[in-house]
């Protein structure tokens, strides 16, 4: 029994790192209905920052997490501007899919370039400490990124659906032409919307960067963990994040623990595919662009 | 530059002429010439089976390198567990494995994943080859993780035969595209992307279409797998099952043209001064995608997807994005 709520507890503090992860590919796919394939490069962006804040600021990730943030945010500010945009514009909606996959390997080997392919890791000094409470393991780390996990999602939530801006990005998701016809600036609001994004993918890139060792070529993985989440979850929406992040975290820990630990990818992907067959618009449903 | 316009004779007379140079192209070529030629080949055989489903019938798949993963290894255990002495036998037994195993596959899972459209289909299909990835390389019966021997098939001048095992598989699914898209399946196909909805109640069977469809790319990728295995010696699950060939053929059969019947062939060519060329100056794999994948899409993307056929362009919301469920 206490097998089975040991592995639960780790599932669910794992997912919430994989829904924080998740939730900006969630929202380009919902706003701009964007698939964006160098979402991973944006979280793993967000671990190599954190690296170079402790490197050279001292900085823990932790503390540096706001400043990465800010800096992955103006850099999904930019990168829709002048690569996205332009290429959305000048062709059509599919043509993103090339953009974001060339920039993805791009990105990939530049990040090679500058850090090495090696694995890497801004592991705390905290990282090994831990509570027993009730014949339950809780790791320090996990809980702090699952705390600072919840606080981020909330936020995004808040922003989302109390926020004048988040009004904005909301009414442009359901009907481009009917917001386009009330005023509002669409290209800046899909800018806005790519930028939350790259801000919320950073801040998990941090706390990526603690758990686990990464790597350049790593990004991958973070990508199609956007997919599954969007697919079990749903578009655009904070809550159906959370969800699809959270199972997934379980799916994973529960197949690791009961089947093997060569299974967990297989089964998510299996479960990805099921889900797709039986309920595509997530579990939640299409909270945003269900129209697209 | 576009020989479909042109008078058929002109036309007969071009392909006849190029068909000529292809032939005899191993005779004076080096052998790392061949083997770039073959890789060329490959990629057009795949980008063109992709074709047949992307390109026509507007289905996107992003996880071909399902059926090319599966017919490799498919090809692979084939030969290693039945084994025949005439190498020329076992060489076309594994083919049939090969195409065998991923038509079969994409007959028992077609009719649930067709009814996904647009992206979901993308990412349906992106998951699949995933899963099969993990199974292939998690299992030990399939021997994914440590790798499958392949026994060589010719003892003189491998990369001349491959060469033309390539050539002949990029011909055949040529041939078969080019007979799709003037059957009746074709336009049923092309009336499928132009508007799923209307097309049966003009007397399109959208769902046979679409599963046939299905079946003859996932036939072609499956025989171009089971000859890349024997080409390559040894696989693994890394080797085949790869995500970044699954978008490379998107990429090949945007550049050229998607929806023509020349564009997947012209489109892998197109890659040949970037992507290839420079694996002489040592440069890995992955930094010659980056090198064709982003200045191709951006410079190249309008007159290319501007010479696909004329009604794609005039819409301006593309299937992909239309994310209804039907069913």
């Known amino acids: ?292 | 530059m576009s020989a479909l316009t042109r008078p058929r004779a002109a036309r007969v007379a071009l392909l006849a002429l190029l068909a000529i140079a292809c032939l005899v192209f191993p005779v004076a070529a080096s052998p790392f010439a061949l083997r770039v030629a073959q890789t060329l080949l490959f990629g057009a055989a795949l980008a063109t089976a992709w074709n047949i489903l992307g390109g026509f019938a507007g289905y996107w798949s992003f996880g071909n390198s399902a059926f090319l993963g599966l017919g490799a290894f498919a090809a692979a255990l084939m030969q290693e567990h039945t084994p025949i002495d005439d190498p020329m036998l076992r060489f076309v037994v594994g083919l049939v494995a090969g195409g065998g195993a991923t038509t079969s596959l994409a007959l028992i899972i077609g009719y649930p994943i067709l009814r996904l459209r647009g992206a979901y289909f993308a990412i349906a299909m992106l998951g699949v080859s995933l899963a099969l990835a993990e199974l292939s390389s998690s299992v030990d019966l399939f021997e994914g993780a440590l790798g499958v021997t392949v026994a060589p098939i010719t003892d003189a001048a491998p990369e001349k035969f491959f060469y033309y095992v390539f050539l002949g598989l990029a011909a055949a699914s040529l041939v078969i595209a080019t007979l799709v898209r003037y059957a009746r399946l074709g336009y049923g196909l092309i009336a499928i992307r132009e508007d799923e909805d209307t097309a049966p109640m003009l007397g399109v069977p959208t769902e046979r279409y679409k599963l046939f469809g299905f079946m003859l790319s996932a036939l072609i990728t499956g025989l171009v797998g089971a000859a890349y295995a024997f080409s390559l010696g040894y696989i693994t699950t890394n080797s085949v099952f790869r995500t970044d060939i699954s978008f490379n053929v998107i990429v090949y059969t945007l550049l050229g043209g998607i929806g023509t019947l020349a564009g997947p062939t012209g489109g892998e060519n197109h890659s040949l001064p970037t992507g290839r060329w420079p694996h002489e100056g040592a440069l890995d794999h992955t930094a010659n995608q980056r090198l064709r994948a982003v200045p191709g899409s951006l410079r190249h993307k309008q007159q290319l997807l501007a010479r696909s056929t004329p009604r794609a362009n005039h819409r301006t919301h593309t299937p992909l994005m239309e994310l209804k469920f039907h069913g």
């Open chain 1, 1 to 292: 029994m206490n097998v089975l709520i040991q592995t639960l507890v780790d599932g669910l503090l794992q997912g919430s790192v994989l829904a924080l992860a998740a939730i900006g590919f969630s929202l380009i796919f919902g706003v701009l209905g964007v698939i964006n394939l160098s979402h991973g490069v944006l979280v793993i962006l967000g671990a190599y920052l954190a690296l170079v804040a402790r490197r050279i600021l001292g900085l823990d990730p932790l503390a540096a997490l706001p400043l990465v943030a800010a800096f992955s945010f103006a850099v999904g500010y930019i990168y829709q501007h002048l690569v996205v945009s332009p290429a959305i514009r000048r062709a059509n909606l599919l043509s993103s899919l090339l953009v974001t996959y060339g920039t993805a390997l791009i990105a990939q080997n530049v990040l090679v370039l500058v850090f090495s392919p090696d694995f890497q890791s801004v592991r705390p000094h905290y990282a090994n400490d831990f509570w027993r409470l009730g014949g339950i393991t809780l790791n320090l780390l996990q809980l702090v990124a699952l705390a600072a996990s919840l606080i981020l999602i909330t936020l995004l939530y808040l922003i989302l659906n109390r926020l004048p801006i988040g009004r904005t990005i909301r009414a442009t998701a359901e009907q481009e032409l009917a917001a386009r016809l009330c005023g509002i600036d669409i290209e800046r609001i899909y800018a806005l919307t790519f930028a939350i994004a790259a801000a919320f993918a950073g801040a998990a890139g941090v706390l990526i960067g603690m758990l686990f060792p990464f790597s350049p070529a790593s990004q991958d993985d973070w990508t199609i963990y956007g997919f599954v989440v969007v697919v079990l979850g749903g578009t655009g929406s904070a809550s159906g994040a959370l969800l699809g992040g959270l199972l997934l975290g379980v799916i994973g820990t529960l197949t690791t623990h009961f089947i093997g630990a060569a299974y967990p990818n297989a089964m998510v992907f299996l479960v990805l595919v099921l889900m797709l067959l039986i309920r595509p618009a997530g579990l939640l449903g299409n909270a945003l662009g269900a129209s697209r």
